[in-house]
């Protein structure tokens, strides 16, 4: 099914697929004066979640801290899907979440390991969002364009729609 196609049928379920295959994302700090900066997201669709590693001295962490704040997500999940996802991020120490996730790459960050006094977990926990889906046919994509042109319509390419994680 085309990335269109399911972002009409199932948009959230298509959201979460994308942060499945995705490396990184780019995430928002509660301290707006923070630029966005690229994270490995950690999807718990059952939590409503994604967590990230990350550590208690850095300034995504102790914007976070205490309470936490609203923050934007962004991901790139192919060159025809975008998503911009807002939320609310906090600091969290769960060791369960750590073990979970943990793999060969995390593992090279933190050398104390799921134990290292430095290690401690982002949550993201998503409200609201939209997603751009686009079609990745050329052929499709050149005739919308000589289409438009010709009759000055708007080219059909894409769509685009609103997702509420509250009301899943």
């Known amino acids: 099914m085309s990335n269109?196609?399911?972002a009409k049928a199932d948009p959230i379920g298509q959201i979460w697929d994308k942060l499945d295959k995705v490396h990184a994302v780019m995430l928002g700090s509660p301290d707006?004066?923070?630029h966005m900066q690229p994270m490995a997201p950690q999807s718990a669709r059952e939590e409503?979640?994604?967590w990230f590693y990350t550590k208690t001295t850095t300034g995504i962490a102790r914007a976070a801290g205490g309470g936490g704040g609203h923050v934007h997500l962004c991901i790139v999940g192919d060159n025809?899907?975008?998503a911009c996802l807002d939320g609310?991020?906090?600091?969290?120490?769960?060791p369960?979440?750590?073990e979970?996730?943990?793999s060969s790459i995390t593992d090279a960050w933190y050398p104390g390991g799921k134990d290292d006094p430095e290690l401690v977990m982002l949550k993201f926990t998503p409200s609201t969002g939209e997603i751009w889906a686009s079609t990745s046919s050329t052929l499709k994509f050149g005739w919308e364009i000589a289409k438009a042109n010709l009759t000055d319509e708007e080219p059909d390419v894409g769509y685009k729609t609103a997702v509420n994680f509250r009301a899943a």
């Open 88 to 94: 609310h991020l906090e600091t969290v120490r769960s």
């Open 96 to 98: 369960a979440h750590a």
């Open 100 to 102: 979970r996730f943990w």
């Open 32 to 34: 707006h004066r923070q």
């Open 4 to 6: 269109i196609s399911n």
């Open 80 to 82: 025809d899907w975008y």
């Open 48 to 50: 409503n979640a994604v």
